[in-house]
């Protein structure tokens, strides 16, 4: 009985946001980033850049390693991981929306929120960024208490750098890591390019996917002209 209506950014076109049916399970906060490994070949030797954002290395025989010790080979293989620390810098931003699924996509939040600003928002690696991360926690929670409102938000915009760069501390009791959503709610990832529009008015949009073409000339030997 209610609607929450928001932009959100898709895969690219080498990267499609996959048609899928699930049910959203649970909400994290200030969430880690385990980099694909088709990105993360490519951070290797680019330390500075790593260090900016909160990246480390992690090796599964010597733990937690500096940007300087990543390796092509071993993160091709398989045996090193980058992962970026959670915060305002993280590309998942500060929410994270999981549900099961076989391609390793989930709805979340993005450290680059002027993408929403762009008519053509077909960028993710298969992701789907949306818009209003907040507004769609609360938007999930089936008890509406203020409290936790309050302690996501102050979670979502907290430091997490001040304690170990300034010496500042923040409130723990404040922190929410992980929500459950209960129930779990259905969701449905799906595509078209036209589609009802504000006062109900059927609305064009860009294939940017192609996917009319394929459907059309499958339909085309069935189609009596």
Known sequence: DSVLRMCVCCGAKKTKTPMLSSMLMRMDFNPQWIVPKSIAVGYVGKTGYMHSQGMFVFDKKLGKLPPEEASYTK?????QYIIQSGGAKNSLGRIIFRFENNFSVFLHDTSAPWHFQSSMRAISHGCVRVEKPYELALFMLHDK???LAEKIKY???MNLDAEKDKGE???RSKIVHNIKIEPDIPLF???YTMYYGAGGHLVSYEDVYGYDDVTIESLYPYIKL
């Not at 993160?75 to 045996?79: D, M, V």
């Open 145 to 147: 208490d203020k409290d």
């Open 155 to 157: 979670t979502i915009t």
């Open 189 to 191: 990832i799906t595509y």
């Open 169 to 171: 501390s923040y409130d």
């Open 75 to 79: 993160i091709s293989n398989g045996e």
